[in-house]
């Protein structure tokens, strides 16, 4: 494993020794330990450490108390917070989300309470050895996702791990082992009761995973999706080629990865795709953008009967690159999609700046015609009826008499 080439590693080294140094055991856990086996850069590095809450606080000058109830505190070393938690067996789950008491214990009881068996190994640094207890590596090298024990009572524990374990087979591109995907269906309308963030959050993860197609697919399969998202049966059914050329590259961009899933139910004129914008947390800059998009989507005439100067003029508008990008995927308008997007790129993705100002205009209109008559001459100018600003100041006085 090569962990130490993590750009965060010399931060957490400090953490480390810091903890061993004072008699604690220390190793590296979870999702950290599982991607650096993949040869992955993992996105956080977690320890866990018999030392409690309170000795951490003791140890380390800056914490925060995170979850100190549940033995989870933030140790801030070199300006990076790392997660050290103490391990611990869990008690009942009354709510479906978090255990109602906890004791502190042993490695083997933590990795018992875990979700996946491959979330559940532990790296020891001082040995440089794996600690599984639960059949983790063989489930890595299988590439399956495995609850830990029992199913269902895992899943009972947390309802969001039904998500998660579609949204690890999509990151992982593994499969799901098939007691454990048959627990997901069985308990699948279990989901409701997760909280509206924890649901964006983890849904994004899925399509800007390895294979959003795969967790698409598993939405579908586990019967997740119907839960969710208001007819999605229908959407996915009917949705098979846009998908596939909707995702056919992984992607990062938030808004275009939203936009995209969203997109069948626009194109199918499904209203619903208002209510999971609605429901689901999103910023209202997000928020704002998606809904002007989905609506273009929808009567996609409203904006391409329009002249190719008034077109530009709304290319700085994120709401509306989004649509021509989802235009040229699947081939709406494409010639004129195409040509918008290379414009865009030939004014290095920013919109250029307007040669006539409100100044220019003072003394002849004010409010809302002044607003008229800027964007118009912005239109002309991106059309290209003039060269320059000063051949358009030049013929302002002719616009103005008319």
């Known amino acids: 494993m090569n962990i130490q080439s993590h750009p965060h590693w010399p931060a957490l080294e400090k953490i480390y020794h810091k903890l061993v140094d004072n008699g604690y055991k220390a190793y590296l856990a979870g999702g ?10 993992a996105n956080d590095l977690d320890l866990a450490t018999d030392a409690t809450p309170e000795a951490i606080e003791k140890l380390f000058p800056k914490t925060v108390a995170v979850g100190k109830a549940f033995g989870v505190m933030l140790v801030i070393e070199d300006g ?21 008491s906890v004791v502190f214990t042993t490695p083997e009881e933590d990795a018992l309470r875990r979700d996946f068996t491959v979330n559940a190994l532990f790296y020891d640094l001082n040995q440089g050895r794996v600690l ?35 949204r690890f087979a999509a990151q992982l ?47 579908h399969e586990s019967g997740l999706g119907k839960v969710l998202f ?27 990865l939203w936009f995209a899933f969203l997109t069948p ?20 800059i997000l928020q704002k953008t998606l809904k002007r998009a989905l609506e273009y989507v929808e009567n996609p005439k409203h904006f391409f009967l329009a002249t190719p100067g008034e ?31 290379k414009q865009w790129q030939a004014w290095g993705e920013k919109m250029p700046e307007a040669w006539v100002k409100g100044d220019d205009l003072k003394g002849h209109f ?37």
């Open 311 to 341: 077109q530009l003029a709304l290319l700085g508008d994120e709401s509306v690159r989004l649509f021509i990008r989802v235009c040229q995927l699947l081939g709406i308008e494409s010639r004129g999609a195409d040509l918008m997007m």
């Open 230 to 256: 208001p007819g999605w049966q229908n959407i996915y059914a009917k949705s098979q080629k846009e998908y596939q050329l909707l995702f056919a590259n992984p992607s990062k961009d938030e808004a275009f």
């Open 265 to 284: 139910w626009a194109l199918q004129k499904d209203l619903e795709w208002q209510w999971i914008i609605d429901t689901y947390r999103f910023s209202r």
């Open 80 to 100: 990076i917070s790392f997660e050290v938690a103490t391990f611990r067996s869990d008690g009942n789950y009354a709510d479906g989300r978090r255990p109602d």
């Open 132 to 166: 599984d207890f639960v059949g983790g590596l063989k489930d890595l090298a299988d590439k399956k996702i495995k609850a830990v024990g029992n199913p269902e009572e895992r899943f009972r524990e947390d309802h969001l791990r039904l998500l998660r374990a579609v």
């Open 32 to 41: 950290c330990v599982r991607d650096a086996l993949l040869n992955k850069t």
């Open 366 to 402: 004010e409010g809302r015609e002044l607003g008229i008559w800027l964007h118009k001459l912005f239109v002309m100018q991106l059309e290209g009826r003039f060269h320059s600003r000063e051949e358009m100041m030049a013929q302002l006085p002719n616009f103005l008499k008319t």
């Open 173 to 219: 591109d593994f499969a799901i082992e098939p007691e454990t995907f048959t627990a997901v269906k069985q308990l699948a309308n279990s989901v409701k009761t997760v909280s509206a963030e924890r649901i964006h959050e983890e849904s994004f993860k899925l399509l800007k995973s390895t294979n959003p197609l795969r967790g698409l697919q598993l939405l």
